[in-house]
């Protein structure tokens, strides 16, 4: 597969505190990729600087072109969308005027296209088209944040927690929801600390610790890894080492 998004020795710091140190990551066209890691890893820091939020040093291209000088604009009309934790919906606005924001840089029949692929993946975001954002579910909020995303054509789809505080069947919507992305040829790049849930939709996947990548993989391989298991998964294998 060829490769979408590609990250060599990236530093992200705070000031003086460097949050990421040296870390390399690629995304491959309808691949998922998740990164796993307690809080404070760097996961969230990460997303950010590919999207152009924080400012970063290394190498980060996406689709073969360098993101460092890019606006958060250009990388937007590149194909890179991020829906961050907090989702940072208007929350004043109903639902569908929330998704037509996400469709800013498309033309009104592509964004018409849009509304009807985002309500095929959200029957619920089409039911309440006109419910205010702000009195919607925590689990309807989240699929209004992916779809406001998903508005503007992205290719590569970054997932910043979206389990973050959902009933267990509405992660496993969300869940089922980004398999059917790639599906639809939209890669994914999720940071997620359900571990087990994440580990289980990916392609592949990196396990962050304190600002660098400890282990990266075959996200089914790395699921038995008793590392991962005893760590983030709850549990150990008898008769397995933790090291």
Do not use: C
Not at 122 to 137: D, H, M, V, Y
Not at 164 to 169: E, R, S, T
């Amino acid at each position: 597969m060829s490769t979408l998004l590609s990250l060599a020795g990236v530093h992200i710091s705070y000031g003086k505190v460097e949050a990421v140190r040296g870390v390399s990551l690629e995304v491959a066209k309808n691949e998922i990729v998740t990164i796993i890691g307690a809080n404070g890893a760097g996961k969230t820091t990460l997303l950010n600087a590919i999207m152009g939020v924080l400012p970063l040093k290394g190498h980060v291209a996406f689709a073969g072109k360098e993101l460092r000088r890019l606006e958060i604009e250009d990388r937007v009309a590149l194909g890179l969308s991020l829906v961050p934790e907090h989702r940072e919906l208007f929350w004043s606005m109903n639902v569908e005027d929330n998704l037509q924001l996400g469709a800013f840089r498309v033309t009104k029949a592509q964004a018409a296209d849009a509304f009807e692929r985002v309500f095929a993946l959200f029957p619920r975001l089409k039911e309440r088209r006109r419910q205010i954002a702000g009195t919607l579910s925590g689990g309807e909020q989240q699929m209004l944040a992916m779809g406001r995303a998903l508005m503007g054509a992205p290719r590569l789809l970054m997932l910043d927690e979206p389990s973050l505080g959902l009933a267990p069947i509405l992660v496993a919507d969300i869940f089922r929801t980004i398999g059917e992305l790639r599906s639809a040829g939209v890669s994914v790049l999720l940071v997620e600390q359900n571990a087990r849930a994440a580990l289980k939709a990916a392609d592949r996947a990196y396990v962050m610790e304190l600002g660098e990548f400890v282990l990266h993989g075959d996200a089914a391989e790395l699921a038995t890894n008793a590392r991962v298991a005893a760590s983030y998964l709850g549990f150990q294998r008898e008769g397995e080492s933790a090291v």
